[in-house]
């Protein structure tokens, strides 16, 4: 049975293929289109579909249109009711309804071959629980989603045995802990449904001062659901313009926030836990790509395991829209890896590079090609394998640095053009990652904060963010042989065991996905070394 997701409506469109219970391929429409998350969340958007990633799906399974058993699309619209009805100002919200009900016909002309009568509407939060649940490690466990909003609701609690869901609870609109940090994030002078994290870094600059002011508006009941109404911002804090200098106030309202958000989803997670039993919980909405939360979840929920989706956010409910229709004809397996997306083999690597006319090297051990240049403290961009699903750079789409100096976070933060406090990660290797760092292990997917060993902090302090914890990725050698293989090599070279790793790309602009973007972006950014599959680029031969 071969069905394909679909995410369209809000923002992140994405497109996955489920065949016979496996995943065969995931990939976010930016990646292709090279627009940040696709698109922006309005009304007259919802229109535009993830074509581009859909049919390289089908391109990469050997597929047409016509193969196709279902289209699963992560929206319901006869769930949804007006706007004004549900507290939302929103006034053209009946346009985006309207692009929903049309959807099976927009697929249609965008894949032809499709039969409309194929599509399945799956309701919102069902798609996000289903992307957690069912092709998590745990066939049996709690899910939790949170987010700015579907149908009309922004939360679904609930419990998957043997895959099979049951919803236990379930928050209406308007209250919405995502769009409470969207508010927030717009406020701030950030760009809303986009810099979300930003606020959670900017958050360990400050103090919650706000944070009883706040809980006035964001709190948990007990029946495990919450209040989470809009707040006058502007009463604690003036807005920040946007791209103006950040200041102490701006600091402590983020850190009010972000304390609030926690506290509120800690009690939504101890509830679940409490009503269901189960040792393991998994997660998917954009709130669950605050690792800050995350990390406290872990520690104080009572669950054991903390399985969170990569790709979390809404490019994610296409995965969870094709598990929900795949898993009732076929068993599913759990998701494999984060790397879902395109790849090229060497040969193509080889032809781009001829025909970019880039003088190039072919090393014996790329993986060694990197750590000397680490080692020196050059700047390496890493180009491997397939494309990461969701918006973490996990080994396959980074920007590599030294972990032991300092002003390597400057430095990175000025490549990319970013905010001065934004932090970088390490990357270390799986059995060494207890030594440097105390929170949960493994961590492969960079969703989860770690405190750093108090005797390792002044030894890699580009990834020591102000509050002394780092938002680690772990190694598996058994899956990431190259990648680990760079770091033992790095090791050798320095005594370290951690390497920074960030995205590829520079702000505002998606990560990088084709080797024409890694080569671009190695051209326009001061990187030093560009490691494309078996081969490197290095900038003083290629821009002599």
């Known amino acids: 049975m071969h069905v394909l997701g679909v995410n369209a409506l809000f923002h992140d469109p994405a497109a996955a293929l489920i065949t016979d219970g496996r995943i065969v391929a995931a990939a976010e429409e930016e990646r292709f289109s090279r627009r940040k998350h696709g698109k922006r969340p309005v009304p007259f958007s919802a229109w535009e579909l993830p074509?581009?990633?859909?049919?390289?799906c089908l391109e990469h399974a050997g597929l047409t249109p016509s193969d196709l058993d279902a289209v699963a699309y992560s929206y319901d619209p006869a769930l949804a009711r007006p706007a004004d009805r549900m507290g939302l100002d929103d006034p053209w919200d009946h346009l985006r309804q309207e692009y929903a009900r049309r959807a099976p016909a927009f697929l249609a002309e965008a894949l032809p071959g499709l039969d409309p009568a194929k599509v399945r509407f799956v309701p919102h939060h069902l798609a996000h629980a289903a992307s957690a649940g069912p092709v998590s490690p745990y066939p049996d466990c709690a899910v939790l989603v949170l987010d700015g909003r579907g149908e009309c609701g922004s939360h679904l609690a609930g419990r998957y045995t043997n895959r099979e869901l049951t919803v236990l609870g379930a928050q209406e609109l308007p209250d919405s802990l995502g769009l409470f940090y969207e508010d927030l994030t717009q406020h701030l002078g950030f760009l809303r449904s986009s810099d979300e994290f930003k606020v959670m870094a900017l958050a360990s600059y400050g103090t919650p001062r706000f944070a009883g002011r706040l809980r006035e508006y964001v709190r948990a009941d007990d029946r495990g659901g919450f209040r989470a109404r809009p707040v006058p911002w502007a009463d604690l804090v003036p807005p920040r313009p946007a791209g103006g200098a950040w200041h102490q106030d701006h600091a402590d309202l983020a850190a009010s926030a972000q304390l609030c958000l926690e506290e509120t989803v800690l009690a939504l997670a101890r509830w679940l836990r409490e009503h269901t039993g189960e040792d393991a919980l998994t997660m998917a909405g954009g709130v669950a790509l605050n690792c800050v939360a995350n990390t406290r979840l872990w520690r104080e929920s009572g669950f054991r395991h903390i399985w969170v989706q990569p790709a979390a956010g809404d490019a994610g409910t296409a995965l969870g829209a094709a598990a929900h229709v795949a898993g009732r004809k076929d068993t599913l397996e759990?998701?494999?890896t984060a790397a879902l997306g395109r790849g090229w083999s060497d040969s193509e690597l080889r032809?781009?590079?001829?025909?970019?006319?880039?003088?190039?090297?072919?090393?014996?051990?790329?993986?060694e090609t990197a750590a000397e240049a680490l080692a020196a403290d050059g700047i390496v961009a890493w180009f491997q394998g397939r494309g990461e699903y969701g918006p973490r750079a996990l080994g396959h789409r980074s920007l590599l640095a030294h972990p032991g100096r300092a002003e390597n976070v400057e430095r990175l933060n000025a490549v990319k053009g970013r905010e001065e406090f934004r932090p970088v990660a390490p990357m270390v290797l799986a059995e060494r990652?207890?030594?440097?760092?105390?929170?949960?292990?493994?961590?492969?997917?960079?969703?989860?904060?770690?405190?750093?060993?108090?005797?390792?902090?002044?030894?890699?302090?580009a990834v020591v963010h102000v509050d002394g914890t780092a938002r680690i990725q772990t190694v598996d050698r058994a899956e990431e042989p190259l990648v680990a293989r760079m770091i033992d090599a790095f090791e050798r070279r320095t005594g370290l065991p951690v390497v920074v790793n960030t995205s590829l790309n520079t702000a505002g602009r998606p990560m990088v996905d084709d080797p024409r973007d890694a080569l671009e972006c190695f051209g326009s950014a001061p990187v030093d070394l560009l490691v494309l599959g078996p081969f490197a680029i290095r900038r003083g031969r290629a821009y002599a």
């Open 51 to 56: 074509e581009q990633a859909a049919r390289w």
């Open 334 to 336: 759990p998701m494999p």
């Open 351 to 367: 032809d781009r590079l001829e025909r970019a006319a880039v003088p190039y090297e072919e090393p014996a051990d790329v993986a």
């Open 433 to 461: 990652a207890a030594e440097l760092f105390d929170g949960p292990l493994p961590s492969p997917h960079m969703l989860f904060v770690h405190d750093v060993a108090a005797d390792w902090r002044a030894r890699v302090p």
